[in-house]
Each structure stands twice: as C-alpha cells, then as structure tokens.
C-alpha cells in the first residue's frame, strides 16, 4: 500500500513551474522547423535537447505534477528516475553544446562528442535499472533522495544522477573559463554568465551530495536537500539563460545600439535639411516602429546627402573658407574646423535658397563640400562658431538646432 510522506516544505508555486517549463516548451517548439532543415546540425540539436530537457525538468518539478505522474503511473515515486533522466540528459546535452561551441579540430570534437553522448546515454539507462531494481514504498515529494539514501539501488541511483551532473557542469565551468580567456565582447561576457551558472549547479549537487552522505553516517541535514539546493537550482537559471542567450543576440545588440547612437548624432542636421526640395530623389517614408536602425540611418544618410547636393548650386566657398579660419583660431582642429566651414555654408546656402530660390551662385564644384563624413557636421551645428555665423548673418538662430 502506497503511503505519502507528509514532510513537504514550501517552495515556489506550481504556476512558477509550469511559466518556465512553458516557456522552455515554446522555444523548443520553434526550433521545429529549423531542426527538419538542418537535422544533421549537431550544435541545433544539442540546443534542442536542452531546451526539451529542461523544459521536463521545471515541468516535473510541481509537486502537483510529481503526485500526477505518480498517480498516473501506478508506481510510487515514479517521478524520481524521470526527473533524474531528463537532469542527466540536460547534463549531457550541455556538455555537448559546448563542445560543438567551442573551437576545435573536427575530429577531436566528433571523438569528445561520442564519448559524451554515449556516457550520459547510459547513465539515463542505469538511472531507469537502478529504480527498477530497487524498492521505494513511500511517496516522497521534496525528500525523495535523504528517505531513500541507505536503500540498496536507490541509493546508488541518487549517487549516479548527482554525480553524473555535477561532473557535466565542472566540465562546462572548466571549458568556459579556458575559452574565454581567448575572446572578447558578448561572448566572453556570455561564457563568464556561463560559468557563474554552471557554479551554482555544481553547489545544488555538492549540496545534496553532504546531505546524502550526511544520513549513511546517521545524521539529518535534509534541509540542504528541501530549502538550500532549490535556491542554488533557482540562481542558477538567470546566469544560465543569460549566457547561452548573450553571444546570440549581444552583436546585433550593440550594432542596434551604434546605429541608434549615430541617428541621434545626425538629428540636429536632419532637423535643419529634412524639408529641402530634392528634385528627382525618391524619399521612401519608413516608419521607425517597423523599420531596423540599420536600414533607418542609410535611408537617413541618402536623404541628407541629397538634400546637400540639392544645396550646392547655393553654396558659398568664401563662406565655408571664412568659418574654417575662424574654427581654427578659437582651437578646433583640422577636422572639427572642417566640419564648421562646411556647417555654415550650408546653413547659409540653406537661407539663400528659402529667400531667393530662383538666383543660383556662380558655378560652384560638385566638391564644395569637405567633410568626409555627415555626423561631424552634424555635430558641428551646435558648435558656437556656427551660432556666432547665425547672429553676424541674421539667420534665425534656432535654424541650425530646429
């Protein structure tokens, strides 16, 4: 007859399960299509099969969801050797993802791959071996390892899944720190995260591991087992997720972010030229709520480049030559000074074309313009030698910051 121990400590909602385990479920279940296509992708189905893993692991990790499987198995404590399984397939899966990861001769990866693969298969076998061989009478929710750690196989499977996960996760600290020694940016911030979550695992095993050994010598630290390993267990997901996901996503990260950076440097020279007449140019109207940063600043660059080049036939030299003399004696350098000259005949050529757009300049060289680059200018608009230019030509200050 099946009893259920009534030793069941508190612990994070079953909801708090089933959000992760879902979440973990969804990204598997995307991947779908990307694994049909490339199903000899070893570094895809190491990912899988993390994310499968895992996703079982927080699922089955409920106590609503251990009782239901129990129940539904007819076998007590049939939870146990599948939670074990998938934490060992997890283990491996790691392992192997870091080894398809990492950098290193094809052979030597395809060798280091098979060992792993065949190690942690069997160690799933011997897990299912050891509980059928053994006896667990008892139903235990929280306290399945410290009620069954003197029982003949139990015991031995408890040892097995601990060791066999610790091991993986002392060898992805191991192959994370040495790699990340060699790399930079996202990805070594990522291996780092690596690391620090792979850490924690191996204080969830150490910490069960004592609290095992701790009722063969007749003592009671169950507590390592019920309320300290599922806090390591919990840390562990943030640096975790974090870090398998960073090298992904950190590149396009802080391209985004450049690229955002330097349409905000080109706003002041947008502001000023984005109703310039530009006859023959085609302005596509990109939304910013649909449109990637990337794409946005070239449309943005065109746009200004013919907006100046609309501008030429009004352009001054002797005005850009003037600022430049001036930007130099007030201590700018060649090329803030450049910018400045270049700044200021376009504001000015800006003014000419709005009071008489009909009366072009003489003949004025399509290399009129210096700059090498629109953000100096652009930045150059804000320069006092420029709003100095504004007030001797009475051009309305707020023309080169509207």
């Not at 050994?213 to 562990?236: E, K, M, T, Y």
């Not at 757009?357 to 003489?362: E, K, M, R, V």
């Not at 700059?371 to 420029?386: F, M, N, W």
Request: hydrophobic residues 50%.
């Amino acid at each position: 007859m099946t009893r259920r121990c009534s030793t069941v400590t508190s612990g994070p909602s079953n909801i708090a399960y089933y959000i992760c385990g879902g979440a973990l479920f969804l990204t598997c279940a995307l991947k779908v299509p990307a694994l049909i296509r490339r199903r000899h992708d070893p570094l895809l189905r190491s990912a899988f099969m993390l994310l499968f893993a895992g996703g079982c692991i927080m699922i089955l990790a409920s106590r609503e969801a251990i009782v239901t499987l129990n129940r539904a198995s007819g076998v007590t404590n049939f939870t146990a050797p599948v939670v074990y399984a998938a934490l060992a397939a997890y283990s491996g899966a790691s392992l192997l993802l870091i080894i398809h990861w990492r950098p290193a001769p094809p052979e030597q990866t395809l060798r280091t791959a098979r060992w792993c693969t065949a190690a942690y298969s069997l160690a799933v076998i011997a897990i299912f071996v050891l509980f059928w061989m053994g006896k667990t009478p008892v139903e235990q929710v929280t306290l399945f390892d410290a009620y069954y750690a003197n029982t003949p196989y139990i015991r031995e499977m408890i040892v097995l899944y601990l060791v066999a996960h610790g091991v993986a996760a002392i060898a992805v600290v191991a192959m994370c720190w040495r790699w990340s020694k060699d790399i930079h940016g996202s990805l070594r911030a990522g291996l780092r995260l690596l690391v620090l979550g792979y850490l924690l695992h191996v204080s969830y095993d150490a910490s069960r591991l004592v609290a095992v050994a701790a009722r063969w010598s007749g003592n009671n630290l169950d507590f390592l087992i019920d309320q300290v390993s599922p806090l390591f267990a919990a840390l562990s997901a943030v640096p975790g997720s974090i870090g398998f996901t960073l090298p992904l996503v950190g590149p396009r990260v802080a391209q985004n972010v450049q690229v955002i950076g330097q349409l905000r440097q080109l706003a002041p020279l947008w502001r000023l030229l984005q109703h310039v007449p530009t006859p023959g140019a085609v302005r596509a109207v990109l939304p910013w709520w649909r449109t990637s940063p990337a794409l946005l600043l070239t449309s943005r660059k065109t746009a200004l480049y013919d907006a100046i080049l609309s501008l030429t036939p009004y352009c001054d030299p002797a005005t850009r030559d003037a600022t430049y003399q001036e930007a130099l004696r007030r201590g700018q350098d060649d090329v803030s000074a450049t910018a400045s000259g270049d700044a200021a005949m376009i504001v000015a050529a800006l003014q000419r074309q709005r009071t008489h757009p009909a009366h072009l300049g003489d003949e004025v060289p399509a290399s009129v313009w210096r700059s090498k680059d629109l953000i100096p200018l652009s930045l150059a608009l804000s320069s006092t030698v420029i709003q100095d230019h504004d007030t001797r030509s009475g051009a309305p200050a707020e023309s080169s910051r509207s």
